[in-house]
């Protein structure tokens, strides 16, 4: 199954929690925790680009399976990682952060995200 197309944030879970865990300022969380992020996947092969767009703020990564990239992580930081694809999941490790991105269906990913013992979930659906 392709991870190709464009998804909106439907949902999530533990947002709040989890930013404080990463360290960002109260103000911060409470501007960004309703906006309706849109992510866009663009699959060929092993490679992948991923644009997230919130409000303002667009994160772009490019990486190819298996192979080392320089990935831009949710603080802004540059890390480089190694992104692992088991059947319809990506699998990468970002400074301690593991995040495991899910294709559930035709029109549904799952991204969770996990610091310590605390997990964030955020639902997109396809649009």
């Given at each position: ?23 960002l300022p109260d103000d911060l969380i409470?501007t960004v925790k309703d906006v309706k ?91």
């Open positions: 199954m392709s991870f190709s197309g464009k998804y909106q944030l439907v949902s999530q879970e533990n947002f709040e929690a989890f930013m404080k865990a990463l360290g409470q992020s849109v992510s866009e996947i663009e699959q060929n092969g092993d490679s992948f680009k991923v644009t997230v767009t919130t409000g303002s703020k667009v994160l772009v990564n490019n990486f190819t399976i298996g192979k080392e990239a320089e990935l831009e992580s949710i603080t802004g930081e540059k890390v480089k990682s190694v992104v692992q694809r088991e059947d319809n999941k990506l699998k990468v490790s970002l400074k301690g952060i593991e995040s495991v991105t899910e294709l559930v269906d035709g029109n549904t990913i799952v991204n969770t995200m996990t610091l310590g013992g605390i997990a964030y979930k955020a639902t997109s659906k396809r649009v």
